[in-house]
């Protein structure tokens, strides 16, 4: 504040006693700032990265070089002498190149790479040389002045010009504020308003030498001023402000991501206290993340086991001096996750572990993937082990009979013969009934198969299986006896449900007893059609009840008549009720026998 009021003392007397000395003194000043300005930008060029503020540095070395020959050529110097107005060319030229640079350098601001320094150097020098060669070589810079009538139309309506540029720099700065440090945003706007005034005055002066010229020289000195101050100072002052400005920014935009981060992120210190914590840690509890910080990982209140890994997995990047990772499932609102952990030791330049950054990330849904997958892999390994191994057996028996009836055709009798016949069409029909539910449980994995939905008589479907089935049940002198209400309806597809039924009437015959009993009953619970097929056979073991739904543990066993099956029967059964939404089950005791149940959409009519 001394220097400044210093400085406008020092000029205001010497405007009193030389305005050459003035105008000297103030294109000094100028110049001055304009190298500081450049001296500054261009060392700090690898780590500055407000485009705008580089652009301008490198431009002001050019702009102060300008700014010395308008001085040198000013009227009274006698340095270089001409009739021309040198410095009245000079100022319009270097104003243009000011001004626009100060409006051009906001389109390089959203630019995230580095402006090249060298290209801009070499740019300015060529502009700045085409300047100088047209005002005192070529001397086809347009004439400013004129003695004796004082500024051309050219230099009034250049100054002009000039301001528009200026207030057009002010508006894009307003609009490009949050690129800027507030302090240096305001010093900016101060020194782009006091030049725009500088250049009103500028229009105005008849002489050199008038008052108008004075302020005008004045607002210009003000305005090297705030550069200075925006430019100079504050980056020595106050890094952060400009050369750190896009740090901040960044320190910021970090911050903000980690808070909203899906993983959790926890930072201790070396002794395990908390010091950063994002909201992700809400998954875990209900508390602030701010609740946490200074507190020790056992005072945190996350659950224990997770709180033991955490602390096992933090002793071994401790004592190792390494990152280390663990994995995790736990059960958080009755779902189960699954985490995998990751711990950094953060080490001070002495190579002591000053921090432990931890990150949980939740591979819930990968987890859950890689199941699904190992899922289908192992459906995919059964189908194919279904194809190669189960095809095979009754393909074997076709072509061991059939070679055997074409090579002894005249020695064995028609009897034998028909035995051998008989035997072939059973290992036929095997393998039909094989492939047949291949192919419709493959068309239910790959989406091809649609239920189409009716709405059917529950009784009708029922009592029509039941007459499919009495030849094969009186073979074997089982009674099935049909157990319903009347006016059942169920929405289902009826072949589908044709074959769910057909497959568990076989089943229960097939493990039925001769002599045996089988019921069919129909029931409607909660707007759901409840089918039960109950025998009284010999039962099935408990260690399968539960796999015997499952393609990859494929249960099969033969009869009580030593009847054949696919094993795909139950698989397919199952897949067929559940594109219904409907669900399956099954009960069953050794040798007391075995109820399947299965629900479909359906309901009771009224009988009126």
């Keep these: 504040m001394f220097a400044s009021c210093l400085l406008l003392l020092v000029l205001f007397v010497s405007v009193k006693e030389s305005y050459l000395l003035f105008h000297t003194l103030v294109e000094l000043f100028s110049v001055t700032v304009a190298f500081a300005v450049f001296i500054v930008t261009w060392n700090s060029r690898k780590i500055l990265d407000n485009n705008y ?157 008038g008052i108008l010229n004075q302020i005008g020289h004045y607002g210009k000195l003000i305005s090297f001023f705030l550069i200075y ?47 950063y914590t994002n909201n992700a840690l809400s998954k875990f509890t209900k508390l602030n993340s701010q609740h946490f910080l200074g507190k020790a990982l056992f005072a945190m209140g996350l659950p224990n086991y997770f709180e033991q890994a955490l602390m096992e997995t933090l002793l071994s990047a401790q004592r190792d001096k390494s990152l280390k990772e663990t994995k995790l499932d736990i059960v958080l609102d009755h779902k189960s996750y699954f985490f995998a952990i990751q711990i950094v030791p953060e080490y001070l330049s002495d190579n002591e572990i000053e921090t432990y950054l931890i990150i949980c990330y939740d591979i819930t849904q990968l987890k859950n993937t890689e199941n699904h997958l190992q899922e289908i892999n192992a459906t995919k390994d059964k189908f194919f082990s279904i194809i190669a191994h189960d095809l095979k057996n009754p393909f074997n028996a076709l072509i061991g009979f059939s070679e055997l009836i074409y090579k002894n055709t005249e020695k064995y009798s028609t009897e034998r013969i028909q035995q051998l016949a008989l035997r072939m069409n059973t290992s036929a029909k095997q393998a039909f009934n094989l492939l047949e539910n291949l192919l419709s449980w493959s068309r239910i994995q790959t989406g091809n198969l649609v239920p189409k939905i009716q709405t059917l008589h529950a009784v009708d479907i029922l009592t029509e299986t039941h007459q499919l089935f009495l030849a094969s049940a009186d073979a074997k002198n089982i009674t099935i006896n049909l157990n319903y209400r009347e006016l059942i309806y169920v929405n289902a597809d009826r072949q589908m449900l044709n074959t769910v039924l057909r497959n568990l009437i076989t089943n229960a015959i097939k493990f039925t007893h001769p002599n045996g009993k089988i019921e069919l009953k129909l029931d409607v619970k909660n707007q759901e059609v409840l089918f039960s097929i109950t025998d009284n056979g010999i039962g099935i073991e408990k260690a399968y009840v539960d796999e015997i739904f499952k393609i990859e543990n494929r249960y099969s066993k033969p009869g009580t008549a030593d009847e054949k099956g696919t094993g795909l029967g139950l698989i397919l059964a199952k897949e067929f009720i559940e594109l219904h939404q409907g669900k399956i089950w099954v009960k069953s005791e050794i040798n007391q026998g075995t109820t399947f149940y299965f629900t479909l959409p359906g309901f009771a009519a009224d009988k009126s």
Excluded at 100 to 115: A, C, D, E, H, Y
Excluded at 129 to 139: A, D, H, P, Q, R
Excluded at 146 to 163: D, L, N, P, R, V
Excluded at 237 to 253: A, M, Q, R, V
Aim: charged share 20%; with cysteine.
């Design 53 to 209: 503020l580089f652009l301008v540095g490198i431009a002001y070395l050019f702009i102060g070089i300008l700014d010395i020959l308008h001085a040198l050529t000013y009227k009274g110097m006698n340095i270089i002498n001409s009739t021309a107005f040198y410095a009245n060319q000079f100022w319009i030229a270097t104003r243009f190149l000011e001004s626009i640079t100060l409006l051009v350098g906001f389109w390089f601001l959203k630019r995230k790479q580095r402006l090249n320094a060298d290209y801009i150097f070499l740019i300015y020098l060529f502009i700045s040389g085409l300047l100088v060669l047209s005002i005192l070589y070529w001397k086809n810079f347009p004439v400013c002045y004129i003695e004796g009538i004082g500024q051309t139309a050219f230099k009034i309506y250049s100054e002009y010009i000039i301001i528009i540029i200026l207030m057009m720099a002010c508006f894009t700065l307003v609009r490009r504020k949050k690129y800027f440090d507030p302090k240096v945003f305001y010093l900016l706007f101060a020194s782009l308003a006091f030049s725009i005034l500088s250049e009103f005055c500028f229009t105005l002066y008849i002489t050199n030498d």
């Design 229 to 275: 101050k925006a430019n100079v100072e504050t980056s020595f002052l106050n890094p952060t402000g400009i050369l750190f400005k896009g740090l901040k920014d960044k320190e910021e935009s970090y911050r903000t991501l980690a808070e909203n981060l899906p993983e959790l992120i926890i930072r201790l210190d070396k002794n395990f206290r908390c010091i």
